[in-house]
């Protein structure tokens, strides 16, 4: 059976090619040309994986991807977003909103048939994750998405959570920025490891004291482990 992808694109031209290409790659594709499209769609048939454009006439793209993460049934579709913006800015603000993947315009079509198949592989293999992970005073809720410390809630964002999941599941072992970068990001782009380190230092500050569990190893990446 073949993978649906949904693409969310107000450009007819542009959508109208990568869905083609999609279709010619062995993919089912649909295009949409709004927010409102999309969801209507949505709840008739959920697809394998979203491409999503940011500026969109009714709903901006972030604003979309924010309602697909608080839908349970369609929280964990993989999200591709596509955007004519380039700043740093804005490809940290949708990853930590739970964007998979992002693609900058203009963009090869193949590349970016290419960077599907990449997400839907990964996206194929995710292991059953515990709902619920204790280290010392650290304790995190995966169905509930809470984190607190010594009893008190912490507000971490989506990656921060994500980030904060896997360092604790891998408690004790030294993980490194590319496997972090894979694991969390769904990416495995040279030259993205700042974003992990910026993360890391965000949450070891969110966490108080207990942000030095996760230990910083010397040209290698991180691990978290009890003091």
């Known amino acids: 059976m073949k993978s649906m992808i949904y693409y969310v694109e107000d450009d007819n031209n542009i ?3 990568v869905v083609y290409a ?9 295009g949409f040309d709004s927010g409102k499209t999309f969801f209507r769609e949505m709840r008739r048939q959920l697809p394998e994986l979203i491409l999503l454009d940011i500026m969109l006439p009714d709903e901006d793209g972030m604003s979309i991807l924010k309602k697909l993460k608080k839908t349970e049934s369609m929280k964990d579709i993989p999200v591709i977003m596509l955007t004519a ?4 800015y804005d490809k940290v ?27 839907l ?19 995190l809720d995966r169905e509930r998405h809470t984190v607190t410390v010594g009893g008190q809630p912490v507000e ?24 972090l970068l894979e694991v969390v990001w769904n990416t495995d ?14 949450l070891r500050q969110k ?21």
């Open 156 to 179: 971490l964002t989506y990656k921060e959570f994500e980030l904060l999941d896997y360092l604790m599941r891998n408690q004790g072992i030294v993980l490194s920025r590319e496997k």
């Open 121 to 139: 592989r990964r996206s194929g293999r995710k292991e059953q994750k515990p709902q619920n992970m204790v280290l010392d005073d650290i304790h």
């Open 93 to 119: 603000i949708g990853l930590d909103t739970g964007a998979d993947d992002y693609v900058t315009k203009p963009f090869g079509v193949m590349e970016l048939v290419s960077r599907v198949k990449a997400v």
């Open 15 to 17: 959508r109208e090619l």
């Open 207 to 227: 966490l108080g004291e207990s942000g030095r569990k996760i230990q910083t190893v010397r040209g290698v990446g991180y691990k978290m482990e009890m003091m």
């Open 22 to 30: 999609l279709k010619s790659s062995g993919f089912d594709a649909a």
């Open 85 to 88: 913006k380039s700043a740093e």
């Open 189 to 202: 782009y040279e030259g993205e490891s700042r974003t992990v380190d910026v993360h890391i230092g965000s």
